[in-house]
Nanobody, 125 residues
Framework: QVQLVESGGGSVQAGGSLRLSCAASTSTYSRYCMAWFRQAPGKEREGVAFIDRDESTIYEDSVKGRFSASKDNTKNTLYLHMNSLKPEETAMYYC???????????????????WGQGTQVTVSS
């Protein structure tokens, strides 16, 4: 497992932007598939963005065009740039990691073995 530490959450008004970061403690970061999940109170955890080992990136439909995920292998850091935030996106945001084979596509929360502690994002209307 790898240790993950998120940062960058906070409170913004609807339409605002935030950038989340997730620092990973591993010397083999480039071999990990990474993801951002979020969980609102009373709701199930949902995947927001996934970056596979081959740099393939996919997004949950509702965030396409507004969120951008990136993975800096030189800094062992995952980012999530969030624009045009909506109140319903208020949630705890988690980064997740899984050591991946080339072209492996983990997508479920059960597919990821390492999790950060989460960072709270609150969007007010």
């Amino acid at each position: 497992q790898v240790q993950l530490v998120e940062s960058g959450g906070g409170s913004v008004q609807a339409g605002g932007s935030l950038r989340l970061s997730c620092a990973a403690s591993t010397s083999t970061y480039s071999r990990y598939c990474m993801a951002w999940f979020r969980q609102a109170p009373g709701k199930e955890r949902e995947g927001v963005a996934f970056i596979d080992r081959d740099e393939s990136t996919i997004y949950e439909d509702s965030v396409k065009g507004r969120f951008s995920a990136s993975k800096d292998n030189t800094k062992n850091t995952l980012y999530l740039h969030m624009n045009s935030l909506k109140p319903e996106e208020t949630a705890m945001y988690y980064c997740a990691a899984e050591y991946c084979a080339w072209q492996q596509r983990p997508r479920s929360s059960d597919d990821f073995g390492s999790w950060g502690q989460g960072t709270q994002v609150t969007v007010s209307s």
